[in-house]
Nanobody, 120 residues
Framework: QVQLVESGGGLVQAGGSLRLSCAAS????????MGWYRQAPGKQRELVAA???????NYADSVKGRFAISRDNAKNTVYLQMNSLKPEDTAVYYC??????????????WGRGTQVTVSS
């Protein structure tokens, strides 16, 4: 089955940077879109950034100018470069992908999440 595995989370001081990675594995024909969500304690999960197969990007207003999403199709991997981190960025970050196992429609898959903690 398809799996998404996040990595790169950790503890960082305010103003620092982290680079998250999410690698998809399994029976994959194509990945149509990928994105990153985050969820802080007591809050609803929110979209952080998304990228289509054609390279179109969308960011939450709170991270524009600080975060950058990219993908390496040869590695079935999506990245989230996070700069100028703030304590309010602290959350569990989840990878999301629309993946087709065969030609045709895709299905949404989620990673288990990786913790990002920004200290002040």
């Amino acid at each position: 089955q398809v799996q998404l595995v996040e990595s790169g989370g950790g503890l960082v001081q305010a103003g620092g940077s982290l680079r998250l990675s999410c690698a998809a594995s399994g029976s994959i024909f194509s990945i149509n879109a990928m994105g990153w969500y985050r969820q802080a304690p007591g809050k609803q999960r929110e979209l952080v950034a998304a990228i289509t197969n054609g390279g179109s990007r969308n960011y939450a207003d709170s991270v524009k100018g600080r975060f950058a999403i990219s993908r390496d199709n040869a590695k079935n991997t999506v990245y989230l470069q996070m700069n100028s981190l703030k304590p309010e960025d602290t959350a569990v970050y989840y990878c999301n992908a629309d993946i087709s196992k065969n030609p045709g429609r895709g299905y949404i898959y989620w990673g288990r999440g990786t913790q990002v903690t920004v200290s002040s």
